[in-house]
Each structure stands twice: as structure tokens, then as C-alpha cells.
């Protein structure tokens, strides 16, 4: 590559030598996805790289505007050597995806700052979807080839001191801005390398955002309010992007200020408001031998952190076992998440987990001890739709025999004819705790409800 002098004497960039032949060209009017595109924002990355590398420049977004600017004069370059004509817009997002490809995630960043994006999903270097209001859709954004893929994969994983190849080809991680990111490479990704992205949400649902989208009804509110308020243990159960994190933080809100929380997470995403809370973080074992620090290590010490309540992201293992005790054992009103699809189900689920973590005792004592730590189930459901919804809510009241029985206070009733758009009903009035339900003015004995205004 050869260099001209630039204004004022300074060294600038030069064009190589190139055929003009490129293939491809417009894309139906998109010109984004065609091989010509992608062939001009290739040459002015090299072209850029070769420029910053030979004067020993380290790009960031702190010296974005230094990069533009050098950005800007290699697209001027490749475009005129390429004999092709790019409109104001169409000339700016070329910039700005060179941009991204050196000091940021590739085509990837245009998803991340996309607000209604969600969830983005990659199979590939050319299949990407994103979720967009509980509903995949496939993108035209795409990778060059595997090549690309896998670098921009290694530039999310090397920050964190996590590694990624053939002999540990699949890892979780997490963005700068805090999403979660699962990646599992070939050869056990048989058709390319994927990449999972559940996006970080800086500003946070607030309780009125679920019921005006009619995730939940105002009167379910008011009775999980009040259950917060009267220190009742809550399970939230649901399906896997179903919402169950988002109503964990939601409840969470509604704890008073006065009491200390400790959170315990495998990926911090809780944005709990009060001034007193400790956040903890699970760690996976490191490649350079740091050892791993589950969940269950976390609630164990937890539990000698003098917290009012505990707050778990999700029971998924042995942890099941120190959380039951929690709830327990004076830490009233702590919650947690579990992967079940009915509150029936989660009763199940949570039996299982405690004879993974190793709680010896015969059937009809295990479920005992669930009774007595889970008192309100709230079972959340993404629907074929894609729309969120909690689905019931049921209090857990006891055992008949060996089986846990439970009161369904609320329930959605769908609509066959248009999903989505069905009705929230009240099953049952009367509540197994409205006496401390009423004693927070959430709930009267009667079973009738207050209106509830809390902070979320």
C-alpha cells in the first residue's frame, strides 16, 4: 500500500491496487447485503488497519473521532477506485460498520443499540435472527465467512479472561453493558459457530409497563405487592426469555428500603433501587485454574451475611437445598426463579433439585419442607404469539397425604380466536394469607383487594 501526503503535509491514506470488477452490486435496494457492499467495507478495513498498525495507533470509542476520520478517507479511496457511487446515507453506514469492525462487535452493533431487539440469535456467519416482542425474525445482517465470525467471537471473550476453541468450544460470558452471551463452536456446532445474546435492559420494566402491555392485571399486582410487603416467599416459574427475570425485578422492588438483600446471580441482571443490597456473582472455573464459585457456595455464605431476605436468579442445582433452608430459617419473604411449566410443575422441579443437592429424607418430609419455604407460585408463559404473560398465580397451602396443595388465586384464560388478547380472572377470593396480607392493607380477611401503589 502506498501513501500520499495528506492536508497539511501529514502522512494520509493511499489506495492499493485493485481490480474494479467487483461482484455483485445493489441487492433489490439493499445495497447492504450485496458482495459489493461487503467488498468495499473489507478493503477500507484493511486499508485502515494496515494505516493504524504502522503508526502503532490502539483504536477505541475513546479516540473514535480519530478513526472516522481515517475511516472517511479509506471509504473515499476504495469507492473511487471501485468506480461506484454511494449516496450521504449510504456512505455513513458504511462508516459506521467499519466503525463497529474495529473497535467494537461487528455487525453485531447495530443489533445491540437497536432498543426493540431483545434477543439476538446466530447461527452462522449468514443466519441471524433477532427478537423483537416475543417473535424471531431473521435480519439481512450477516458475517463475511466463519473467519469473521470467530474473530469477533474471541474479541467478546478476551476481555474477560475466558477462552474459546476445540478443546472447550462452548462458553458463556457477558457484554460490557451486561448481556449474556452463550457461544458454542465447531466441531460441536456442526453448521458454524453460534452465538446466543439475551440483551441487558439499562432501564428496567417498571409494574404499570406489564399491565399497560397486559402482562399482568392491576389486581395481580395489588396481591403480589402485598405479598412482598408481608414477607411471603415467592417462586416465580416459567419457560426459558418467558420473563421470569424481569417480574423477579419487579417484586423486588416493592421490598422496603429498611431491610438488607443479598442477590445472587450467574449473570448480574437484578437492578434493584433500595441502598442496601449486596450483589453476588457466580464464577466459572478459568483457564488459567481459577477455581468456579456456584450458586450454591453463594447461598451458603449468604446465609452468614446477616440478609433479611435472599434474592436468587435462578435454582437450577444443589443450591435448591441452602435456598429451602433460607426461607425457612427467619429469611421471610426471599424469592428465586425456576425453569417449570406450571406452579404444579416447579413443586416437582424443586423436589428434584433437593435430591440433587443431596437432602436425604423420604418423600412426604422433602415436600414438606417445600411447602413450608415456597408459599406463592407466580407461573409466567411466553405464548405462541410471542406476548408475556402471567398466566397464574397460585399459594401453596399445604399437603393432603403426600401431595402439595395449592390455591389458585389468578389465572389467564387465552382467547383461541385471537392469542394473546384473552382475560385474567380471579379463580379463587379467598386467600390462605390474608391475615398478613390485610396487615400490610394489600388484602382484606374478606379476600377483597386494595389498591396497591408501590415504588416499581
Known amino acids: 500500500m502506498r501513501e500520499t501526503t495528506g492536508p497539511g503535509g501529514g502522512a494520509s491514506l493511499g489506495a492499493p491496487a485493485f481490480p474494479t470488477n467487483l461482484p455483485g452490486g445493489r441487492a433489490d435496494g439493499d445495497i447492504y447485503t450485496s458482495p459489493l457492499y461487503q467488498e468495499l467495507k473489507f478493503r477500507a478495513l484493511t486499508i485502515v488497519h494496515d494505516y493504524l498498525e504502522k503508526r502503532g495507533f490502539t483504536p477505541d470509542k475513546a479516540n473514535g473521532e480519530v478513526v472516522r476520520s481515517e475511516i472517511s478517507r479509506a471509504i473515499s479511496v476504495v469507492v473511487a477506485g471501485a468506480g461506484v457511487a454511494l449516496n450521504a446515507a449510504e456512505r455513513e453506514r458504511l462508516l459506521d460498520d467499519v466503525f463497529f469492525e474495529i473497535v467494537g462487535l461487528g455487525p453485531l452493533e447495530p443489533l445491540l443499540a437497536d432498543t426493540t431487539v431483545d434477543d439476538i440469535i446466530v447461527n452462522g456467519p449468514s443466519r441471524i435472527y433477532v427478537e423483537r416482542g416475543g417473535v424471531l425474525e431473521r435480519v439481512t445482517t450477516r458475517f463475511r465467512d466463519d473467519a469473521h465470525l470467530m474473530n469477533i467471537i474471541q474479541r467478546i471473550v478476551s476481555p474477560i479472561g475466558r477462552r474459546v476453541d476445540e478443546a472447550s468450544p462452548f462458553v458463556d460470558a457477558r457484554l460490557k453493558d451486561g448481556s449474556r452471551v452463550n457461544i458454542v463452536i465447531p466441531p460441536i456446532a456442526l453448521d458454524g459457530a453460534t452465538v446466543s445474546i439475551r440483551k441487558f435492559k439499562r432501564i428496567p420494566l417498571k409494574i404499570h409497563d406489564l399491565v399497560r402491555t397486559g402482562t399482568i392485571s392491576q389486581e395481580m399486582v395489588d396481591y403480589l405487592a402485598a405479598c412482598v410487603r408481608a414477607r411471603i416467599n415467592i417462586l416465580i416459574s416459567g419457560g ?18 429498611t431491610e438488607r438483600i443479598v442477590t445472587i446471580e450467574d449473570a448480574a441482571e437484578l437492578q434493584l433501587r433500595q441502598s442496601h443490597v449486596v450483589r453476588l456473582e457466580t464464577r466459572p472455573p478459568s483457564a488459567d485454574g481459577t477455581p468456579e464459585i456456584t450458586a450454591r457456595d453463594l ?7 446477616r440478609p433479611d431476605r435472599i434474592i436468587l436468579g435462578e435454582i437450577r442445582g444443589g443450591e435448591a437445598v441452602e435456598m429451602v433452608q433460607a426461607m425457612t430459617t427467619g429469611h421471610d419473604g426471599s424469592m428465586a426463579t425456576v425453569h417449570a411449566n406450571s406452579p404444579q410443575d416447579a413443586m416437582s422441579r424443586l423436589e428434584l433439585l433437593l435430591g440433587f443437592g443431596g437432602m436425604q429424607a423420604n418423600v412426604a418430609t422433602v415436600r414438606k419442607q417445600i411447602t413450608s419455604a415456597v408459599q406463592v407460585v407466580v407461573q409466567v408463559q411466553r405464548l405462541s404469539s410471542g406476548a408475556r ?8 397451602v399445604g399437603m393432603e397425604g403426600e401431595t402439595i396443595v395449592q390455591n389458585e388465586r389468578f389465572r389467564y384464560r387465552d382467547n383461541p380466536a385471537s392469542p394473546g388478547q384473552g382475560s385474567f380472572v380471579m379463580v379463587t377470593r379467598h386467600s390462605a394469607f390474608a391475615e398478613r396480607l390485610a396487615s400490610v392493607g394489600g388484602v382484606t380477611p374478606a379476600g377483597g383487594g386494595g389498591r396497591f401503589e408501590g415504588r416499581p
Open 240 to 257: 426459558t426469555g418467558s420473563g421470569k427475570t424481569t417480574m423477579l425485578n419487579i417484586l423486588s422492588g416493592y421490598i422496603s428500603a
Open 389 to 396: 404473560k402471567v398466566i397464574s398465580i397460585a399459594e401453596v
Open 299 to 305: 447461598v451458603k455464605n449468604a446465609l452468614r451475611m
